[in-house]
T-cell receptor, first 117, second 110 residues
Framework: DTAVSQTPKYLVTQMGNDKSIKCEQNLGHDTMYWYKQDSKKFLKIMFS???????INETVPNRFSPKSPDKAHLNLHINSLELGDSAVYFC????????????????FGAGSRLTVL | GQNIDQPTEMTATEGAIVQINCTYQTSGFNGLFWYQQHAGEAPTFLSY????GLEEKGRFSSFLSRSKGYSYLLLKELQMKDSASYLCAVTYTGFQKLVFGTGTRLLVSP
């Protein structure tokens, strides 16, 4: 199946721990993203990579570090987890970068629900 | 900022028509997307508008007015499965990201 797949789907951990979420896409897309959806369902971009190069880095604490080993993978590592990090994290991909390019449709993964206790 | 505003929640009955509005900042506007998100699932693409006018796709249509910074998503012949959140999202020239509104939660009742 062609898709964006992310693991784990659920993650429950204690404050202060370090955790990672992995994402892979087999769509042949050039751009990958991490979005955070909070309890109010607001979906906000965190990072974007185009062909392994970081192109968007929103005002995200530096405890969050994305890594793209190749254009099909974009992982998210979070250090020293805090209660406010609890959210659903969505990985997504698109054919091109969205700057001035027209219909750049995002395909989302199923989400990873992170709960920090 | 790039404020994207939509109503928080709407209700409608099966078989009816519902219009979900979205307003956005016009400066640098490039294109507007609508996504559907069922509870606990990923957002999925519904439609894209870059020029003024109506784009029709089956029971769903999306309208855009660039000069007014306004779009709407029209859902006809509502079905129970249309109960979901509908996210308006905008791309701006020079900004390499899709900015989402807060979403409109639509509840379709029998």
């Amino acid at each position: 199946d062609t898709a964006v797949s992310q693991t784990p789907k659920y993650l429950v951990t204690q404050m202060g721990n370090d955790k990672s979420i992995k994402c892979e896409q087999n769509l042949g897309h050039d751009t990958m993203y991490w979005y955070k959806q909070d309890s109010k369902k607001f979906l906000k971009i965190m990072f974007s990579y185009n062909n392994k190069e970081l192109i968007i880095n929103e005002t995200v604490p530096n405890r969050f570090s994305p890594k793209s080993p190749d254009k099909a993978h974009l992982n998210l590592h979070i250090n020293s987890l805090e209660l406010g990090d609890s959210a659903v994290y969505f990985c997504a991909s698109s054919q091109d970068s969205p700057s001035g390019s027209g219909a750049n449709v995002l395909t989302f993964g199923a989400g990873s629900r992170l709960t920090v206790l | 900022g790039q404020n994207i505003d939509q109503p928080t929640e709407m209700t409608a009955t099966e078989g009816a028509i519902v219009q979900i509005n979205c307003t956005y900042q016009t400066s640098g506007f490039n294109g507007l997307f609508w996504y559907q998100q069922h509870a606990g699932e990923a957002p999925t693409f519904l439609s894209y508008n870059v020029l003024d006018g109506l784009e029709e796709k089956g029971r769903f249509s999306s309208f855009l007015s660039r000069s007014k910074g306004y779009s709407y998503l029209l859902l006809k012949e509502l079905q129970m499965k249309d109960s979901a959140s509908y996210l308006c999202a905008v791309t701006y020239t020079g900004f390499q990201k899709l900015v989402f509104g807060t979403g409109t939660r639509l509840l379709v009742s029998p």
